[in-house]
């Protein structure tokens, strides 16, 4: 079944440093979303990529889905306090209606 | 609109004891599921559906039971409830499809078994 690997699993950085998360599959991925969940919160969405090499900002997040399709990373430029919290991607399998969720990259900011 | 509203907040139960968990929305959305959430295991897929009458399951769907009468709700069953069902449990509705639409979901209910 098709494997995707979220990492790291936690990145701790100084506020004011640059973040990324990485989502990699072993097979090809039609689209990928990316969540951002608030400590005590619920997943809210950010974006989702569909295209093949496609990059989109929001701000100082920067979403990229690689030229295969099997990669996706979420960069943030210049960490904040708000910018606390687990990252998920999610993608769907083989076609089908259910969205599986990696397993999240949880950022810790140091003031 | 108060969008995916999921009842209760916090629950308690004794191993064996049954209950359901309520989710409901007003967006008019097709298609909704049930999440939990474990330390380290990200949000593994439950169950879901696509519209009223119908159901498929997830990634982890033993446990668990299901139904879907109404647009607005979807409410999760547990038969007989076992400590590895301690969890948080998030419900998640979108527009029309869950692979490419965006998921909209409720605020969670903390599930405790003893």
């Known amino acids: 079944g098709q494997q995707v690997m979220q990492i790291p699993q936690y990145q701790h950085v100084q506020e004011g440093e640059d973040f990324t998360t990485y989502c990699n599959s072993s097979t090809t991925l039609s689209n990928i979303q990316w969540y951002k969940q608030r400590p005590g919160g619920h997943p809210v969405f950010l974006i989702q990529l569909v295209k093949s090499g496609e990059v989109k900002k929001q701000k100082r997040l920067t979403f990229q889905f690689g030229e295969a399709k099997k990669n996706s990373s979420l960069h943030i430029t210049a960490t904040q306090t708000t910018d606390v919290g687990t990252y998920f991607c999610a993608y769907s399998q083989g076609g089908s209606e259910k969205l599986v969720f990696g397993k999240g990259t949880k950022l810790t900011v140091n003031p | 609109n108060a969008g995916v509203t999921q009842t209760p907040k916090f629950q308690v139960l004794k191993t064996g004891q049954s209950m359901t968990l309520q989710c409901a929305q007003d967006m008019n959305h097709e298609y909704m599921s049930w999440y939990r959430q474990d330390p380290g295991m990200g949000l593994r897929l439950i169950h879901y559906?696509?519209?009223?009458?119908?159901?498929d399951q997830g990634e982890v769907p033993n446990g668990y039971n299901v139904s879907r009468s109404t647009t607005e709700d979807f409410p999760l069953r547990l038969l007989s409830a076992a400590p590895s069902q301690t969890s948080v449990y998030f419900c998640?509705?979108?527009?029309?499809?869950?692979?490419?639409?965006?998921?909209?979901f409720g605020p969670g209910t903390r599930l405790t078994v003893l």
């Open positions: 998640a509705s979108s527009y029309n499809r869950g692979a490419t639409d965006t998921q909209y």
């Open positions: 559906s696509v519209g009223a009458g119908i159901t």
